[in-house]
């Protein structure tokens, strides 16, 4: 396993568009996501939702969304719950312009949904005080109920670019 964030060398990112030009600003972004403190993170990832998730796609989304889940699933990034949060909003943007997009970029969320369970299935155990959950940011609570909410989206997902999911196995 590789360092947080290390296959971002491996995306094209200066070929790809996000909602005000070129994503090549968007690696520096999710390692302020990842590493920032709490001001620099909560810019960063407003930045990052302004850029690729609202309101419609672009073709950076898609590249971005393995990140995200890769930083949801990083307990010492700040605001864990915030990433799912963006996740949840990516999936339910879309750009009518670029179907394709639009789904790649539905494709990436769902392809996370084992992550958004085990998020949100973590136990109480593992609430112990960390640096990152000190007043004012969000804690294990926070991620879970968002990773809840991620996965019911995820579950409930359907729009016009998607295919219908398979039934899901009870």
């Given amino acids: 396993m590789g360092t ?8 094209r990112w200066h070929e790809l568009q996000h909602a005000y030009g070129s994503a090549s600003q968007v690696p520096g972004v999710l390692s302020r996501i990842a590493w920032g403190d709490a001001p620099t993170s909560d810019e960063a990832l407003s930045d990052l939702e302004r ?3 609202t309101p419609p796609v672009f073709d950076s989304t898609a590249a971005t969304v393995p990140f995200l889940w890769e930083l949801a699933a990083t307990d010492t990034v700040r605001d864990r719950a915030g990433v799912l949060d963006l996740l949840a909003t990516i999936l339910a943007a879309g750009n009518p312009e670029h179907p394709a997009w639009t789904r790649a970029a539905h494709d990436a969320v769902t392809a996370g949904r084992a992550t958004a369970a085990r ?3 973590t136990p109480e155990a593992q609430d112990a005080p960390r640096a990152q959950d000190a007043p004012g940011a969000p804690g294990a609570q926070a991620v879970r109920t968002a990773a ?3 996965l019911t989206a995820i579950d409930r997902h359907a729009c016009q670019a998607c295919p219908a999911p398979p039934p899901r196995e009870a």
């Fill in 119 to 121: 998020l949100a299935a």
């Fill in 4 to 11: 947080v964030l290390g296959a971002m060398r491996n995306v």
């Fill in 51 to 53: 850029w690729i998730g």
């Fill in 148 to 150: 809840a909410r991620l």
